[in-house]
């Protein structure tokens, strides 16, 4: 077997059915729980990703924000979506929207349990799926399984899918050799990284939202100029979600499998990754960084997933394959998913397209990879934590950036089916584990948003106090609480006489 056969097998076994529905039925379970919090507590998302403030410890909820938007917004908001439209149909765009929709209730639960269990280690705080599957479930061995998956996953696996995607597209649009592509990404990346978390934040917190809101508003543009196939971009996308457009009757299963895992590799919801960002930042209760997070998820599929997908509709600029071979819909002639979005644009400003969609690449995918670069950082500072001042953190961590780097650098020069597939198996695998367990610990990660909400009601900011909840382990926040957040602890003593 050789390795395109192999990678393709490790993906399918991760992304099997089972697979497909555990991801929205997670959605869904904890969805109704909170009672849809993504749609009730939208005004609180958006306050608290513009409120809070940095710390010696930790980033804002901005930069927290940016860091995990920064993984979530990359190759797979352009290739992805044409990838799932091209094996799904136009209907894989609703199964997109739904893993979102849904999936905002994973994205609070994980990030909130990020921040109740999240530790300070080497002066910076860090957080995520290793740190409360040890505390939550109390397993030290689970714990650092799913850090070394991480390490495997994001260190190794999926730095190369991002890096590949911008040298194809650079080498179609300016004929630029991979590998000057590869020097360019590692000698950056190399730069960055080794200035650790708090300059990884910097570079995210500057460039995210900025290439985000550009990129849409241009989609937006070519929308507008395009406004009287409205109609039909949505009319499609929904006829052919719910099996009713019959040239598209033989991709209804494949829309639902290919715009969940299209979607879930996009926005990382359940995954764990954006929970690893969610735990850097310093807030006074862990609800409102799950809020914010639960908003990136959102900004990455409602907004820039959806604009790809619009341009690449409005302008009939793809093609749809058939299970049995051929092609059901062939609008654009020998043109393959990875050059959709490039023709959509080229119907707007001819010529440009490649080169415009080359350069938004460049920036999604690098943002990508930064964050990459967090979560390993993250999970070597889980394995070597209570080696946090000594040589062994410090040889492992100098060792994961320079790993990071050899392999954004051999990635960008590998084939591009191979690189795709063992990335999207990382991202599978990290899934399973993730949404299991965050399944099993729905009850501490329900209780803030609980806890959250009661403090409201009473006029309070609130504070996070985690024995007021019934949750252990969490001894951090007692520090937190009386020397960053004295005020609001006092205000909350004041109403709650049960608190020491």
Request: charged share 10%; with cysteine.
């Amino acid at each position: 077997m050789d390795l395109l056969s192999f990678s393709g097998m490790l993906d399918g076994f991760f992304w099997g059915k089972v697979m497909i529905y555990l991801c929205l039925a997670a959605g869904i379970y904890f969805s109704v729980l909170m009672r849809f919090p993504q749609v009730r507590l939208i005004k609180d998302m958006v306050k608290h990703l513009f409120g809070g403030h940095s710390s010696k410890e930790g980033v804002t909820s901005m930069q927290g924000f940016a860091m995990a938007l920064g993984g979530r917004v990359g190759t797979g908001n352009i290739t992805g979506v044409a990838s799932a439209i091209y094996f799904g149909g136009p209907g894989a765009v609703f199964w997109m929207w739904a893993i979102a929709f849904l999936g905002a209730g994973s994205a609070y639960i994980e990030s909130a349990l990020a921040q109740v269990w999240k530790s300070e280690i080497h002066g910076e705080y860090r957080g995520g799926p290793a740190y409360y599957i040890e505390k939550g479930l109390g397993s030290r061995g689970l714990g650092m399984a799913f850090a070394i998956l991480t390490l495997v996953s994001c260190g190794l696996l999926l730095p190369g899918i991002q890096s590949n995607a911008f040298a194809t597209a650079a080498k179609g649009a300016f004929g630029i050799e991979p590998i000057y592509v590869a020097i360019l990404f590692a000698g950056l990346l190399g730069y960055i990284v080794f200035g650790g978390g708090k300059r990884i934040a910097r570079v995210a917190g500057a460039v995210v939202p900025f290439m985000a809101i550009a990129y849409c508003v241009l989609a937006l543009i070519i929308l507008i100029v395009n406004f009287t196939t409205i109609p039909y971009v949505f009319g499609l996308i929904f006829s052919s979600a719910f099996n009713m457009n019959a040239a598209y009757g033989a991709v209804f299963g494949l829309a639902i499998s290919w715009g969940v895992k299209r979607g879930v590799f996009s926005n990382e919801a359940g995954q764990g990754t954006g929970a690893q960002a969610a735990g850097a930042a310093e807030v006074s209760h862990p609800a409102k960084q799950g809020l914010v997070q639960a908003f990136s998820v959102y900004v990455d599929t409602l907004f820039v997933c959806t604009a790809t997908a619009i341009m690449i509709l409005s302008t009939n600029a793809f093609n749809v394959a058939n299970p049995a071979g051929g092609l059901i819909t062939e609008n654009i002639k020998g043109v393959t998913y990875g050059n959709f979005t490039q023709e959509a644009f080229n119907t707007f400003v001819p010529g440009v397209g490649g080169g415009f969609v080359a350069i938004v690449l460049g920036f999604f995918t690098f943002t990508t990879i930064l964050a990459y670069a967090f979560y390993t950082d993250s999970n070597v500072g889980y394995i070597f934590r209570h080696n946090s001042n000594g040589n062994g953190y410090r040889m492992a961590i100098t060792a994961s950036r320079i790993g990071i780097v050899i392999m954004v650098f051999i990635g960008t020069i590998m084939a591009a089916d191979t690189v795709w597939n063992f990335g999207s198996a990382g991202v599978g695998a990290m899934a399973w584990f993730n949404v299991i367990v965050i399944i099993l610990l729905t009850k501490p990660g329900i209780a803030t948003l609980k806890d959250y909400e009661a403090q409201k009601k009473m006029g309070l900011d609130p504070i996070f106090v985690p024995e007021r909840i019934g949750i252990k382990g969490a001894d951090l926040w007692h520090n937190i609480a009386a020397r960053t957040y004295p005020q609001q602890l006092a205000a909350l003593k004041a109403k709650d006489k049960s608190i020491k």
